[in-house]
């Protein structure tokens, strides 16, 4: 009954619909990480001498 109760409740509502809201845009960014991820390893592999490259971040 306490479940059925906070369903209801406007609070809960706007609860779920943002942890929706989260988890679509964290799956967005895993996509589009991987998809940039392997763009980048194709790359490397079309171009013999980049896989011998070490990439560092800047300061």
């Not at 009954?1 to 929706?20: A, F, G, I, T, V």
């Amino acid at each position: 009954m306490l479940k059925w109760l906070m369903r209801l409740s406007p609070w809960y509502r706007d609860k779920q619909s943002e942890l929706k809201r989260a988890s679509l845009k964290t799956k967005s960014a895993i996509i589009q990480y991987r998809t940039a991820s392997r763009e980048l390893q194709e790359e490397i592999r079309s171009n013999n001498f980049a896989k011998y490259l070490i990439y560092e971040k800047g300061d």
